[in-house]
Structure formats: structure tokens, C-alpha cells
């Protein structure tokens, strides 16, 4: 199973996303069928889609910060799929805000 079919696969079962049509559009900012071709060809994230998915869990999860107590488990799955994420870049955590 790839990082990007584990990753989608989290984020549907914890509710962060209706499907992989959701997911493709609204974390990888791809085409609605950009899942289903990576999947039907056994690839994984490709470079943009991987940034802009990690740029997108990073958003919810601070948006989700501000909530802790409602939304614990999905602030925790979050903070594990960017690390997994960032970790697949080779880089460890990647800091996407603006230079001071």
C-alpha cells in the first residue's frame, strides 16, 4: 500500500474527507481522478501533490488546534500523516510560513 492510498484511506475514515474524488481535489489539488489513476498504477504521490497535501493537513491541523477538545483524535491523525508525509520528502517537518 502506498503513502498516498494510506493517507487518503485515514483521512476517510476519520471523516477529514467524503472520498477520494474529495481527496484528490481538495488535499492534492489535483483532478477528481488523480487518486484512481496513481492507485490503478501502483504510484504514489507525485512531488506537487505530496507538498500541497502536507500544506493542507498542516492548515486543518492548526485549525483544528484551536478545538482540542472536540477534535483530539483527528488533530492527532493529522499531526501523524504530516510527519509521515514530510518524512517521505526526506526533510523531516517543513516550515511553509512566510519569511519574517
Same mark, same amino acid.
Given at each position: 500500500?502506498? +503513502? +498516498?492510498?494510506? /493517507?487518503?484511506?485515514?483521512? =476517510?475514515? @476519520?471523516?477529514?474527507?467524503?472520498?477520494?474524488?474529495?481527496?484528490?481535489?481538495?488535499?492534492?489539488?489535483?483532478?477528481?481522478?488523480?487518486? *484512481?489513476?496513481?492507485? *490503478? @498504477?501502483?504510484?504514489?504521490?507525485?512531488?506537487?501533490? +505530496?507538498?500541497?497535501? =502536507?500544506? /493542507? =493537513?498542516?492548515?486543518?491541523?492548526? @485549525?483544528?488546534?484551536? $478545538?482540542?477538545?472536540? $477534535?483530539? /483524535?483527528?488533530?492527532?491523525?493529522?499531526?501523524?500523516?504530516?510527519?509521515?508525509?514530510? /518524512?517521505?520528502?526526506?526533510?523531516?517537518?517543513?516550515?511553509?510560513?512566510?519569511?519574517?
Amino acid at each position: 500500500m502506498t +503513502l +498516498l492510498q494510506k /493517507t487518503a484511506d485515514k483521512l =476517510i475514515e @476519520h471523516g477529514l474527507t467524503e472520498n477520494y474524488r474529495d481527496f484528490s481535489r481538495r488535499y492534492c489539488k489535483r483532478t477528481e481522478n488523480y487518486y *484512481y489513476r496513481q492507485a *490503478y @498504477h501502483n504510484r504514489d504521490f507525485s512531488t506537487g501533490a +505530496l507538498l500541497n497535501c =502536507i500544506v /493542507t =493537513i498542516r492548515r486543518a491541523n492548526s @485549525h483544528y488546534d484551536r $478545538f482540542a477538545t472536540i $477534535f483530539e /483524535t483527528e488533530i492527532d491523525e493529522l499531526g501523524k500523516l504530516e510527519m509521515e508525509l514530510s /518524512t517521505e520528502l526526506g526533510s523531516g517537518p517543513i516550515d511553509f510560513r512566510p519569511a519574517a
